[in-house]
């Protein structure tokens, strides 16, 4: 973030891709947050957007104290669950709480997208991630 004020931005976060998932299968990754400015930064997962999908999923966002505590599957080791729920209308943390870094700062959040049980079969998603800065 180079300026002071709240700002908004999308990510499209593609290390949850995976091929031929079916109910209860799910895709994990880790996602790092750096603050590169010099002031502190508050901020929170705003909202996810998953357009034109039929496709049913879950959200779990942690957070894990180094990327190797997210591995592509099993459990993230020593992790504080800051979301669980449908993956449309996730923030995380909610509002209107946020997180917050130093500069120079960074925090490791685990995310996993898992098919829900009411999935619709052969059905595909991209889901954006929006975040919400303040300084």
């Known amino acids: 973030m180079g300026t002071a004020g709240t700002q ?10 995976r091929t031929n998932m079916k109910p209860g299968d799910y895709a994990q990754a880790p996602l790092v947050l ?4 010099n002031i502190r930064l508050s901020y929170r997962l705003q909202s ?8 049913a ?6 957070g894990v104290a180094a990327e190797a505590n997210c591995p592509t599957t099993g459990s993230p080791v020593g992790a504080t669950t800051f979301y669980d729920g449908p993956v449309v209308g996730a923030q995380a943390p909610a509002a209107p709480a946020l997180r917050s870094l130093v500069p120079g ?17 052969s059905a595909s998603s991209t889901l954006t991630f929006g975040f919400t800065a303040e300084s």
């Open 8 to 17: 908004h931005q999308d990510y499209a976060f593609d290390a949850l891709s």
């Open 34 to 37: 750096r603050n590169s400015g």
């Open 48 to 55: 996810v957007a998953q357009p034109s999908s039929t496709l």
């Open 57 to 62: 999923l879950n959200l779990t966002v942690s």
């Open 105 to 121: 700062g960074s925090e490791v959040w685990c995310m996993r997208a898992t098919v829900a049980p009411t999935a619709v079969s």
